[in-house]
């Protein structure tokens, strides 16, 4: 049952008695109150104040006479500007149980995304550049955002918008002929590739000449030089090597990698459009779309030398984007360095005259700084993400050897914890907020972290396995004690965090929302024998209980992109 519309449903017939007039939309209205001496639900009657022209607690008291308890409501109570739903505390525990078993892995799904397709830009790292840190929350959050739409009925498109244009491959290609060794390269990969680019900006500064040998390769790849396009293909083809295998073990993955050369001949018409529509404007010698009037400094669209830039191909890739997957919304998950960027060419597509510009929508996360300064590629002060991840499962492994020696598949299991640590560690604040990596605080498995979240999914399993000769009808009677109802509580809110996430873009919620469950699952199981002998009726009560955290403690967990292994 929905408890919300029912309850909406009552209070709309109390409005109709006491006042005499309906509002919409009350359901809306019903919050959950912060703790469980206040009801199961409450209903916040100020926001009717306006309306009824009469103060919060006389409504709540007029409301409160109107409505009369049921089998399913237990009391309502008025304190202060609040009513305070109580529900029958065993229905209210069946109803919620037998829905979540019901809905299984479709738990807190839904249809609102049918037939609407979301474009999710994410990820988009750099050729030639190793994946760190810098690039963890953007393929995370992408990622964690592709699973929550996906789960809500939209068709997602994941694309890869691969930074694969621009002067430094000209630099890359003129480093690697001078210095450049093709086993080397072949053998240490992206490394090498890291290693030519730092080596080519040291003897720049000496040499500049240098340069000029980049901008010329530059220009060859543009004119499709055989040589340097395949060259710099190659390049390409290591870096992405390098950076799937990076994704395979964050379970990651992408509908498309067209990245910035793919519209290397899309660019044209956009330019020509502009030109038609009177946007674009000569400045010193290039050209720009003015947007004084929006109080945003100009977006350049053609170089001096008649070169694009990084925002005329973002123009032209959502121009693509619309035509080849007509999107509801394109979703940009990028840091908040580039909210100007993203404002300047959305305000571009507006000014074309494209209704769908509002679909365009920056997903910003906070920057990432390493033990409080910032990355750098160029001084290596930078974390890979591949040591990273390496290192959570050498942790993982050993925390399992110490604690469970008898555990089968210690290398998997270690693999799901080790990476799900990090994951999670990546998923757990505001995505605005920075994060400063430490390594003690991507590497911590104890409170509020992915593998405690994980213990408690397979203490769960473990209580299943358990039970599993269990066979009786159960008693919910036995969920009457605070903790069970407290578990049952948070059970029920999970379709609504999950549509709050999609709404706000923000995964943290669902990864939040895990941490709640799980501490809530365990004073339960701290304050409960689950199996009790003399009381079969009521053991299966609370081991479907069991089975409905353990279910959704895994679907939160896959919706940010974390295993859940049955054994730890
Ligand atoms: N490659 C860029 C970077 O690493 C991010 C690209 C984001 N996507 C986009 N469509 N602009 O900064």
């Known amino acids: 049952m929905e408890f919300k519309e029912y309850l909406a449903g009552k209070l709309d017939e109390a409005m109709r008695a006491a006042f005499g007039q309906s ?171 890291v290693d030519l ?52 073990m964050l379970g990651v993955k992408f509908d498309s990698y067209a990245g910035e050369s793919f519209y290397n001949d899309k660019m044209a018409p956009v330019i020509d459009e502009l030109k038609e529509k009177g946007l674009l404007e000569e400045s010193q010698g290039a050209y720009v779309v003015d947007l004084e009037e929006e109080k945003m400094p100009p977006c350049l669209i053609l170089k001096k030398d008649g070169a694009t830039l990084y925002a005329t191909r973002d123009i032209a890739a959502a121009f693509y984007r619309k035509k080849t997957y007509d999107f509801y919304k394109t979703l940009y998950v990028v840091a908040y360095q580039q909210n100007l960027h993203f404002k300047q060419w959305f305000k571009v597509v507006e000014k074309m005259g494209y209704p769908w510009a509002k679909d365009l929508e920056h997903v910003a996360f906070g920057m990432v700084s390493y033990e409080g300064k910032a990355l750098s590629t160029r001084d290596g002060y930078v974390v890979y993400l591949d040591e990273l991840l390496e290192r959570a499962v050498v942790k993982a492994r050993e925390i399992i050897e110490e604690k469970s020696p008898n555990l089968e598949n210690k290398d998997a299991v270690a693999r799901q914890v080790g990476i799900g640590a990090v994951v999670f560690f990546d998923l757990f604040n505001n995505r605005i907020k920075d994060i400063d990596f430490r390594w003690e605080r991507a590497l911590n498995f104890d409170g509020e972290t992915g593998p405690y979240v994980q213990y408690t999914h397979a203490r769960c399993c473990s209580v299943l396995r358990k039970a599993a000769g269990l066979d009786a009808q159960p008693d919910y009677a036995a969920l009457d004690d605070p903790a069970a109802q407290e578990v049952v509580r948070t059970l029920e809110r999970f379709p609504d965090v999950v549509k709050e996430a999609c709404q706000r873009n923000e995964p943290s919620l669902v990864t939040r929302f895990s941490v709640e469950l799980a501490s809530n699952f365990n004073r339960f199981y701290y304050d409960n024998r689950i199996l009790q002998e003399d009381n079969a009726a009521g053991s299966a009560a609370r081991v479907n209980l069991t089975r409905a955290a353990a279910l959704c403690l895994r679907i939160a967990l896959r919706l940010i992109g974390v295993e859940a292994p049955e054994k730890m």
């Not at 029958?88 to 738990?107: C, F, I, N, P, W």
């Not at 840190?133 to 996906?150: D, F, Q, V």
């Not at 240098?210 to 010329?216: A, H």
């Open 23 to 193: 509002i919409e939309g009350l359901a809306g209205f019903l919050e959950t109150p912060p703790n469980p001496e206040m009801g199961d639900f409450a209903f916040p009657c100020f926001k009717l104040s306006k309306t009824l022209r009469m103060g919060p607690p006389a409504i709540a008291s007029r409301l409160s006479q109107a409505i009369a308890p049921d089998d399913v409501l237990d009391r309502v109570e008025c304190v202060g500007g609040y009513l305070n739903f109580f529900l029958h505390k065993s229905g209210y525990a069946q109803s919620v149980v037998d829905r979540v078993l019901e809905k299984g892995e479709a738990y807190g799904a839904s249809q609102e995304g049918q037939g609407r397709v979301i474009c999710i830009d994410y990820s988009s790292i750099n050729i030639a550049k190793r994946f760190h840190i810098g690039h963890l929350s953007t393929t995370m959050i992408g990622n964690a955002l592709y699973r929550i739409y996906e789960h809500l009925g939209y068709k997602c498109v994941g694309i890869n918008h691969l930074g694969d244009w621009g002067t430094q491959f000209g630099k890359m290609i003129a480093a690697y002929l001078k210095w450049g060794d093709r086993d080397e390269v072949v053998g240490r990969g992206v490394n090498a590739l």
């Open 197 to 248: 680019y730092v080596r080519f900006h040291k003897e720049a500064e000496a040499n500049p000449a240098l340069e000029d040998e980049g901008r010329l390769w530059f220009k060859k790849i543009e004119d499709g030089d055989p040589q340097a396009v395949e060259i710099f293909n190659w390049f390409k083809e290591i870096t992405l090597k390098d950076a799937e295998r990076v994704y395979d």
